[in-house]
């Protein structure tokens, strides 16, 4: 609930990462819809002293492609405030010398233009959706077992989001049926991976106590925070489910109707 | 090898249990093609005193069509001798009184024409192959995830098979896919189910120790029987990969190059 533990922390923050589908909007046909109040929370943050930064799992789009259908949405946000995995996997590829077999979106495969992508020596899936075929799915399989030590990197490992149509299968679904297929654990680039949530605090320059996370994913957004020492609040918006309130492992330090409640329970701590 | 300790409890069996995809036969275009020597095996055991069946996790089509498929390939094979996972499946749901969601191969099907599927109440998944589209999965996870007490059935939990082509993605790996988007455990039908096992030995009206299961699957037909107390022989056809032989958890009781020899050891210490 709104009035427990958490606002007593909001004094003493120095930052907000947000969640972005599920939090910001829901996505679906075309851009999808803002979630009323959060284009005004958004505005609200960025008045306020708080350092404010986004972090998500989407791999359907470059960040560009990504950021700019947020800012039709309405949202004013930039390129160099959001952290998604997709550059994070090619950060990584790169230092590792690692040649991929790509099992993504479509329109995520610009942000890996510039590696080697011939006799690949690893596997990166990340959400497909419909490129998730029977077909795909052995190609990326025939690809790892073929390997005498196979790597899969995983971007996520979501279970699932919420589209306007309904809920969909997310990439941790895929994960887990390659690493049943080849006896092996994927490595996960992007929430809930700690070197994930440390690179957001990394670019803001902040201590984890100083900072909180808050998102729709309980185990992905806020347990993945908490694991690293920050604060995590859950919104009762996107893919939140009644029951995530009931976890048995992860128990949000706060849980709000919606991004607009979280903003403005911590500008009020906090005297705004 | 064929030179170790299986070949002593040849003598004291009452009855062989033979895989068929593998074993018998590799799949393919078309009927796929028998494995060298495997007709002739069967002929040899069923000129023998043993009893024979054929214990399969076959699910691309009904059990009828199936036997008619090995049939033309030359096996002297009848519908009774053969167990498979539909028919199984069939009477639990019957007995449960539940009602299907179907994410099976479309040749199946008809093994399910007599059980309700109205307003499902539970999913069956099978080897569906081609269906497993983005699109099929997500109907399937969204009947379990709307369910008050998810339930699963999987037709098998087989990682890959062999087909002419190469190794394709089984069962297995879908049913880990569901399981992990709906955080519940599935309930296997079919090898290596110690349930599906007891039933072809009460046809045979043996005791495990009385029977010996010859498969190319390490783990769902070799250590599935060796779970119910039988012997557990691979062959080298098949899915079979060397490293099989430094299984951390599960040793054969024998490994033989195929059928054919398996056979052939196991009448000439019974002094055929």
């Not at 596997?123 to 497909?128: R, T």
């Not at 790892?144 to 990197?153: A, D, M, Q, R, Y």
């Not at 679904?173 to 006896?183: G, H, I, P, S, T």
């Amino acid at each position: 609930m709104a009035d427990t533990v958490w606002p007593g922390c909001a004094k003493s923050l120095k930052g907000v990462v947000l969640d972005m589908c599920g939090v910001l909007y829901d996505s679906g046909e075309g851009d999808g819809v803002a979630i009323p109040g959060s284009i005004e929370a958004v505005k609200k943050l960025k008045a306020s002293d708080l350092q404010l930064r986004f972090c998500t799992n989407e791999t359907q789009a470059t960040r560009e492609k990504f950021v700019a259908k947020l800012q039709r949405l309405g949202f004013d946000i930039s390129v160099s405030e959001v952290f998604s995995p997709a550059p994070a996997a090619l950060a990584v590829l790169k230092e590792r010398g690692l040649r991929p077999h790509l099992l993504v979106y479509d329109g995520v495969l610009p942000e890996f233009d510039s590696v080697d992508k011939t006799n690949p020596n690893c596997v990166v899936v990340g959400d497909a959706a419909e490129n998730f075929s029977y077909q795909n799915l052995n190609e990326a399989f025939r690809v790892l077992i073929g390997l005498e030590k196979p790597v899969l990197f995983s971007l996520g490992q979501g279970r699932y989001y919420k589209e306007t149509d309904g809920l969909k299968l997310d990439v941790g679904v895929y994960m887990k049926a390659l690493e049943y297929a080849c006896d092996l654990q994927a490595e996960v680039i992007g929430k809930p991976s700690p070197m994930f949530f440390q690179s957001v605090l990394s670019d803001m320059g902040l201590q984890p106590h100083e900072a909180l996370m808050i998102g729709d994913d309980l185990v992905n957004d806020v347990g993945g925070a908490q694991h690293c020492g920050m604060k995590g609040v859950q919104v009762r918006t996107g893919k939140y489910r009644p029951s995530d309130e009931r976890h048995p492992t992860v128990a949000a330090d706060g849980t709000v109707d919606n991004l607009a409640q979280a903003v403005d329970v911590i500008l009020s701590q906090r005297g705004h």
